[in-house]
């Protein structure tokens, strides 16, 4: 399994457990629109990420600065991570869900790939 990189973020996953339903569902949104927008060249400020995906101005994080590219993985990871505890249903979702046997066609790769 994965880890995280960036002790920040890590806790902020495990906060997002004990958020409600509907609250985890948006801020995971949040995280995948801000994961697209990523440069890894760059650094970001903690607080401005933590408000990126929550909405939330936490008062007396540290001013450290993350990294972009450990950044990217970490909220790859905190969106799996989070996204698991939501116990959703593919079909109770409006978008396309593909399966491993779909994408392994689709992009003539094998499961393993896809897996890795």
Known sequence: ?????????????RQMGFT?????????????ELLHT??????YPVEFVVF???GYHPRGLSEE????AALQHDLGLLIEHVSE????????LAEPVLGIE????????TSKTIQR
């Open 52 to 54: 990126r995906i929550t």
């Open 65 to 68: 600065l993350l990294a972009g």
């Open 20 to 32: 409600p339903h509907e609250a985890r569902v948006n801020q995971i949104d949040a995280a995948e």
């Open 102 to 109: 779909d994408v392994t066609e689709r992009f003539n790769v």
């Open 1 to 13: 399994m994965a880890r995280y990189r960036i002790d920040s973020i890590s806790e902020l996953a």
């Open 38 to 43: 990523i440069d890894p060249g760059k650094a």
């Open 85 to 92: 505890t939501l116990d959703v249903r593919t079909d109770a």
